[in-house]
C-alpha cells in the first residue's frame, strides 16, 4: 500500500490533505474533530492584530447549485477571525500538545508596517505552530483595509511582506497567493525573491452571486445590501490547477513548493493538484458542505490511486503531468482525432446532434436509413470535442486519432512529424526550420 505520510518543507503529517484557513480551523473544537475524522493538517484562520475583527451578524455565505441541487460554487463576506487573539493563541497551544504528529500551520494578516510583524509573529510562533502561511488573498473587506488581496496584488508589496515574516520567524513561511491578477507568476516570483519558503494558492475569487428575484436587490444582502465576497468551491479549481501549473513549469518559479487549493472535493481533484505541481492540497468548501468525514474518501481514493499506478509514495506522483503543459503554439497541428460513437451505449437522446448541429460543424446525423441514428461524419468532424462534453452517458462519445490515410474533412495526408504554429507557412512570424 502507498505511503500518504506527507513531510512538506520538512513538516510531516500523515497524509497530504490540511484543512485550509477558514470557519472549519476556526477554533479547537473543530481541529480537534477534524483530526479525530484523521485530517492531515490545519491551517488555523487567519489571525490579525488586537482588538479583533468586527464580523457581519447576517449572511456570510451563498451558494451556486447544480440541478441536484449540489453545491459547485461557494461565495463568502466574512473576515479574519474575529475571536481574541489571546483565545486563538492558547487553543493552538493545546492543540500542538494533543496532536504532535499533525501539522499546524498559523495563518496571519496583518497592516502593511513592520512593527506589527515584529511584534505579532514571535507571540504567535510560541504556539509551537509549525509554519506561517501569510494570507495575501482574501478579496473582500481586509482588502479594503490595505491587507489581504490589496498586498497580493502588488508585487513590491508582497516582497516586503514576505521579507517582514521571515525576518521574524524561524518556522516555515508559506505566501497564500490571490487570483485576482491576471498572470500569477509575477506575485509568485515576488514571493520567492521575498524569501519565502513555497506558496499556498489559490484563495478567492471577487464574485457576486446573483440577486434577491423578488426585491431586486443583491442576494445575499445585510439589511437590504450586499458587497462582493470570495467564490470557491469546485467552480474554481480549473483556475486553481492552471495557476498552479504555471508556477510549477516557469523557470523562474519552478522548483518554488506549492501547496494546492481551489475546490478540491474528492480523491481526483487532489491528483490533479499534485500532478500539476503541488506537494500537498488544503480543501475548506468539501468540508464545510460534507462535514470532516469526507477525508476517508480523500485517503482511500488517493491510496488506491498510487496503488494502481504502482507509486509508492505521494512524491512519486508531484509534477507527474508537468512536461504535458504548454502554450498553445506548441501544440502538435499534425495531430487529427475525430469523435466516436458507441451505439451500443447510446441512448439515442440527441444531445450530441443538437449540440454539434446548433452551435459546431453539423458533424452528427440525427436518421440513418429513415431511423433516428447518431453517428458522426467525419467528412465535417473537427474534433472539437463538444459531443463528448455534453454526451449524459460515460464513454459512449470519444476521441479517436487518425494515424495514417487521409483526413476526410481536409483531404490532407495524416503526417507523423510533429509541426507546431512556430514554424506553419501561414504564421508570419514562422520561425526557419
Not at 500523515?14 to 493538517?41: C, H, I, M, Q
Not at 436509413?369 to 473537427?382: K, L, Y
Amino acid at each position: 500500500m502507498a505511503d500518504l505520510g506527507c513531510k512538506f518543507l520538512g513538516i510531516p503529517s500523515p497524509n497530504p490533505f490540511w484543512l485550509a484557513s477558514a470557519p472549519p480551523t476556526d477554533k479547537a473544537y473543530n481541529v480537534t474533530r477534524a483530526f479525530e475524522a484523521g485530517w492531515g493538517g490545519a491551517v488555523w484562520k487567519t489571525l490579525g492584530v488586537d482588538p479583533p475583527i468586527v464580523n457581519v451578524s447576517g449572511p456570510r455565505y451563498g451558494a451556486i447549485h447544480s440541478n441536484e441541487r449540489r453545491v459547485i460554487g461557494f461565495n463568502n463576506v466574512e473576515l479574519i477571525t474575529d475571536r481574541p487573539l489571546q483565545t486563538n493563541l492558547d487553543e493552538m497551544r493545546q492543540i500542538k500538545r494533543d496532536w504532535p504528529d499533525r501539522a499546524l500551520v498559523a495563518s496571519v494578516m496583518l497592516p502593511m508596517e513592520e512593527k506589527y510583524w515584529a511584534e505579532y509573529m514571535p507571540r504567535i510562533e510560541d504556539t509551537g505552530v509549525d509554519a506561517f502561511e501569510l494570507n495575501f488573498g482574501c478579496p473582500h473587506g481586509m482588502s479594503e483595509r490595505g491587507m489581504g488581496a490589496a498586498v497580493g496584488q502588488v508585487p513590491e508589496y508582497i516582497q516586503l511582506a514576505t521579507e517582514w515574516g521571515k525576518r521574524y520567524a524561524r518556522v516555515p513561511v508559506i505566501i497564500k497567493l490571490t487570483p485576482n491578477v491576471t498572470n500569477i507568476l509575477p506575485p509568485a516570483k515576488a514571493a520567492r525573491d521575498g524569501g519565502a519558503d513555497a506558496v499556498s494558492l489559490i484563495n478567492t475569487l471577487n464574485s457576486i452571486m446573483r440577486v434577491n428575484y423578488d426585491t431586486l436587490t443583491m442576494y445575499p444582502a445585510t439589511d437590504g445590501k450586499g458587497s462582493h465576497g470570495g467564490y470557491c468551491g469546485p467552480a474554481v479549481k480549473p483556475i486553481a490547477l492552471h495557476m498552479v501549473a504555471e508556477i510549477a513549469r516557469n523557470k523562474e518559479t519552478a522548483g518554488l513548493p506549492v501547496s494546492g487549493i481551489g475546490g478540491i472535493t474528492d480523491w481526483r481533484d487532489a491528483v490533479d493538484f499534485i500532478a500539476l505541481g503541488a506537494s500537498n492540497v488544503q480543501v475548506c468548501t468539501a468540508a464545510m458542505v460534507y462535514g470532516f468525514k469526507v477525508i476517508d474518501d480523500l485517503v482511500d481514493g488517493l491510496s488506491n490511486f498510487l496503488d494502481e499506478k504502482g507509486m509508492k509514495s505521494v512524491d512519486e506522483l508531484v509534477g507527474r503531468a508537468v512536461p504535458s503543459v504548454t502554450d498553445w503554439q506548441f501544440l502538435n497541428l499534425n495531430h487529427v482525432e475525430k469523435a466516436y460513437i458507441d451505439q451500443d451505449l447510446c441512448i439515442k437522446c440527441g444531445r450530441c446532434h443538437i449540440a454539434c448541429e446548433d452551435t459546431a460543424h453539423q458533424a452528427i446525423t440525427t436518421q440513418v436509413n429513415g431511423e433516428r441514428h447518431f453517428e458522426v461524419i467525419d467528412e465535417e468532424c473537427v474534433g472539437c470535442n463538444l459531443c463528448v462534453s455534453v454526451c449524459p452517458v460515460e464513454n459512449c462519445i470519444t476521441m479517436r486519432p487518425l494515424t495514417s490515410g487521409v483526413d476526410p474533412r481536409t483531404g490532407e495526408p495524416i503526417v507523423d512529424e510533429p509541426a507546431d504554429w512556430t514554424t506553419h507557412p501561414n504564421n508570419p512570424m514562422r520561425k526557419d526550420a
